[in-house]
């Protein structure tokens, strides 16, 4: 019996961009399931993070066109929603303290210029293009820090080292990459990604 080989993103793409119906139903229900449950770890309610995430993926397929590759689709994917959620949050809560009016005037300002939202966009996948480059044990306390919002003592906890020690890793991933994203911006992603290799 044949085996269907399992398309990857890039050829659902590349499909999807050339009117592919099914593709855009296999590529939709591949990352439904991880975008609800990202959305649902930012606003904590399950019909709320049902809507997001449709959202989200719909605006994704959008601007499927702009998807250019520097870094996997999984990881575009995931900063479109964690800046659609961020966004709905912030319109949501009305009720808050200057700075979040500040906020909110920033997320209206933002909807609307879909080209910046585009340039950030572009600059969030920089990073994790970058970060995805960084030594392993250096990625994962970032992604568990900044990507997962671990708290230091769960961190602590979960990698068997000091607070001391949590801490000065964290400030040095943050410094070498720091340094290299000035190096993407300025001279470009090749570059910066070669003084990581």
Not at 171 to 192: H, I, Q, T, W
């Amino acid at each position: 019996m044949k085996t269907e080989v399992r398309k990857s993103d890039e050829e659902l793409i590349t499909s999807i961009l050339a009117n592919d119906t099914d593709a855009l139903g296999e590529l939709y229900n591949r990352y439904y399931k991880k975008v609800f449950q990202k959305c649902l770890s930012l606003v904590k309610d399950p019909d709320e993070a049902f809507d997001l995430a449709q959202e989200a993926l719909l605006k994704a397929f959008d601007h499927l066109k702009n998807f250019r590759k520097d870094s996997s689709f999984s990881t575009w994917l995931y900063i479109i929603a964690h800046r659609h959620c961020l966004l709905a949050l912030r319109k949501k809560n009305k009720n808050g303290v200057q700075s979040t009016e500040a906020l909110d005037e920033e997320a209206d300002r933002l909807a609307e210029n879909s080209d910046e939202v585009e340039r950030r966009i572009e600059s969030e996948t920089i990073m994790f293009s970058l970060i995805n480059q960084l030594p392993e044990a250096d990625k994962e306390l970032l992604f568990l820090k900044y990507r997962e919002g671990e708290s230091i003592e769960s961190l602590q906890e979960k990698l068997q080292l000091s607070t001391s020690a949590i801490k000065m890793r964290l400030k040095r991933s943050k410094e070498k990459l720091n340094n290299v994203y000035v190096v993407a911006l300025s001279v470009g992603l090749a570059e910066a990604l070669a003084m990581l290799a």
